[in-house]
């Protein structure tokens, strides 16, 4: 089941992909060059640009059904990743709501990380010409915000996702999914931790872009526009490695160290950075030497 629901995520994905792309077609604005192709088809296309977000709403409200039937003979629990915090959704055949609501949360999360990836890539290629052709392709899913400074898209994730979790999370105490908060700080303190969370989502981008980056080092896949951004965006990435002393001779190790101290740092981020538990001679607890708690220990302490 959760094989499916990634999948399905995907299509669905791909769906709101091909929206957003739909209106700048450029079979849509084809100027013909001859007689003949001035010449319109005798048959009529049925494809209407609103067609794809009605068929992505009729599969996140088709999937939740689907989720509670097969979900609880199966004993699956959907899970909600949403950086730091993972919330268990339970599939129950005599009630649709939870799986409804885990069919638009999960696809929201799926949509949230890559429109991240793309704000990432758009901070990357700031200074980059108008005509590039990353930057034209990344305006289709950013509209104006691809033309802000990069600061401000840095902190657009932190400040974005801390206003939609703190909406969305009503719906989930509502229905007990979630605790209910006594305060409106209890409630706000989360979604700071999610907002800060967001910026994990981007260690996948980068460790996709640095690994094929090292594997296109050493084989040669010719000349493709994917390849040529893909090398650029890489160099952006490794810009402050580049005055170590990571090449010998062919072998350059920069991509793998840049890999491995991401890798660290997120994972310093969100579990915090901890040395070995100590015992006291009578075996009780003693305090660690370094204890620095990551986003998943403060989230525990704002939802106690």
């Known amino acids: 089941m959760a094989l499916l629901d990634f999948i399905l995520n995907l299509v669905g994905l791909l769906l709101w992909f091909n929206w957003r792309a739909a209106r700048f077609d450029p079979l849509s604005k084809f100027t013909p060059a001859t007689l003949a192709g001035t010449l319109r088809r005798a048959e009529k296309t049925s494809f209407k ?7 992505l709403l009729g599969l996140l409200l088709l999937r939740a059904p689907l989720y509670s039937e097969f979900g609880s003979a199966l004993n699956w629990t959907g899970k909600l990743d949403i950086g730091a915090i993972s919330i268990p959704f339970r599939s129950n055949a ?3 709501l939870p799986m ?3 069919s638009f949360y999960s696809f929201g999360v799926t949509l949230a990380v890559f429109l991240l990836w793309v704000l990432f890539l758009s901070a990357l290629k700031s200074d980059a ?3 590039d052709s990353l930057r034209q392709l990344l305006r289709l899913h950013l509209g104006k915000l691809e033309s802000w400074p990069r600061l401000l898209k840095l902190l657009l994730p932190f400040l974005c996702f801390t206003l939609i979790w703190a909406l969305a999370s009503w ?8 605790p209910t908060p006594a305060t409106m700080i209890q409630r706000l303190e989360p979604a700071l931790l999610v907002g ?3 910026y994990l989502a981007w260690k996948y981008l980068i460790y996709a ?6 594997v296109s080092s050493y084989v040669y896949f010719g000349k493709q526009p994917f390849w040529q951004h893909l090398t650029i965006v890489a160099r952006l990435l490794l810009t402050p490695l580049r005055s170590l002393p990571l090449r010998f001779g062919k072998l350059d190790l920069t991509p793998l160290v840049g890999i491995g101290l991401v890798v660290v740092f997120a994972h310093c981020v969100e579990h915090g950075i901890k040395t070995p538990q100590r015992r006291n001679p009578d075996g009780s607890p003693k305090a660690r030497l370094v204890d620095v708690p990551g986003l998943v220990d ?4 704002v939802s106690k």
Request: charged content about 10%; overall charge positive.
């Open 49 to 55: 640009r609103w067609h794809l977000p009605l068929a």
């Open 100 to 102: 409804l609501l885990y």
């Open 209 to 214: 872009v640095l690994g094929l980056y090292c």
């Open 298 to 301: 403060l989230y525990q302490r």
């Open 196 to 198: 800060v969370g967001s």
């Open 171 to 178: 719906p989930l105490t509502y229905w007990n999914i979630l």
């Open 94 to 96: 005599t009630s649709y």
């Open 129 to 131: 010409a108008e005509t």
